[in-house]
């Protein structure tokens, strides 16, 4: 039995297009994703404001909430929850230089509707987080924005949702590069300083995905328990990532098993889920997958997740003390990677 309860997004089941070529497979309706995905074995479902409230651009704030209610009956229905709303701020034509740092007043305080809709439909569909996936919040041009006038507008943007709602928690998902090659907040360290720096410190946190730190040149493993340490680790999206390639998104573990190991090992070492947070999947099938595949990527990788919380739980703890004593690691190491080939 998991300790854990496990979460997905509507995008992680996707038509395939990629950045050079159009879909392979078709699009599948949210109401039955939402079907497959409890049947797959999860407990709740992340979203982004518009996959709860899609056109929202065009409804008013009533209709919003409306809406929204009606997606919450659609997960009740299939007898799961929502975990968090991400206001998806890197789509639109207003959000072309980013949402928050735009150098546009216009465009920021767009950015800023779309971020207190995304609280409301949280409030409708029965979640308090906010995921905050930083994605253009940086530049591609370095001398086109002000670093510290754009950190603090990304600070600004923060403490704005939570003067906005008083039990709302931001849960900042730092990612280092695409789609821009500098970001303002790149890794666990920079969310929590801007959580530090908030005005309510205990209500922002942090989302770590295991690619994003990859991408950063960081061991995912570590990532988590430093937001761990601060109590901070709110959310967690598990992929793999082949190097430092484009964020490819792949299976939990498929590319990395020691360092998925070693994420699971850290969670389950932490009790992490004991406040209700839940290992959250942020994967995708890789494009050459026919229809009835899509699907796939999501089994293996709670399938693999499952089976590492099963190494996790044996890990011999005895043994490796053993060999810290003497300092043979060689022997550590070996230990571990016969406990992850050996069935
Ligand atoms: C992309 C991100 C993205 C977010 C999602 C929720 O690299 O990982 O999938 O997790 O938009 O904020
Ligand atoms: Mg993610």
């Keep these: 039995m998991s300790m854990f309860r496990f979460s997905v997004g509507p995008w992680n089941v996707h038509s395939g297009a990629d950045a050079f070529g159009p879909e392979v497979r078709s699009e599948i309706p949210f109401a039955d994703k939402v079907k497959r995905f409890k049947e797959i074995g999860f407990d709740a479902v992340q979203f982004h404001d518009d996959d709860a409230v899609p056109d929202m651009n065009d409804l008013s704030d009533a209709q919003i909430r409306a809406k929204a209610k009606a997606t919450r009956k659609i997960l009740e229905d299939n007898g799961l929850v929502a975990e968090f709303v991400a206001p998806r701020l890197w789509m639109d034509r207003r959000t072309i230089d980013g949402g928050y740092t735009s150098n546009s007043a216009k465009e920021r305080e767009f950015a800023d509707w779309r971020s207190l809709r995304s609280i409301d439909i949280a409030n409708e569909l029965g979640c308090d987080k906010i995921v905050l996936w930083l994605a253009r919040e940086g530049t ?5 924005k002000d670093a510290i006038t754009s950190v603090r507008r990304i600070l600004d943007a923060i403490n704005k949702m939570l003067e906005y709602d008083k039990k709302i928690k931001v849960l900042i998902e730092t990612k280092p ?6 970001s303002f907040c790149p890794t666990m360290g920079h969310a929590l300083a801007l959580s530090a720096a908030s ?8 989302l770590l995905e295991s690619a994003h730190a990859m991408l950063a040149g960081l061991d995912p493993a570590n990532e988590i328990a430093f937001a761990l340490t601060f109590g901070k680790l709110w959310g967690v999206h598990l992929n793999d990532q082949n190097g430092l390639k484009f964020d490819q998104d792949k299976a939990f573990g498929v590319q990395n098993l020691r360092t998925a190991f070693n994420q699971v090992k850290v969670l389950v070492e932490n009790n992490y889920g004991s406040k209700g947070e839940y290992v959250g999947l942020d994967v995708k099938a890789m494009r050459t997958q026919p229809q009835e595949n899509s699907y796939r990527h999501l089994e293996n990788s709670l399938k693999i997740a499952k089976m590492l919380e099963e190494k996790a739980k044996k890990f011999d703890y005895a043994f490796q003390k053993k060999c810290v004593e003497t300092r043979d690691y060689e022997a550590l ?3 571990v ?3 992850l080939m050996k069935g």
């Design 199 to 206: 005005v309510d410190p205990n209500r922002v946190g942090g």
């Design 140 to 144: 591609l041009c370095y001398e086109s």
């Design 177 to 182: 590069n695409e789609p821009v090659d500098i």
């Design 337 to 339: 990677l016969e406990l």
């Design 333 to 335: 190491e070996m230990y």
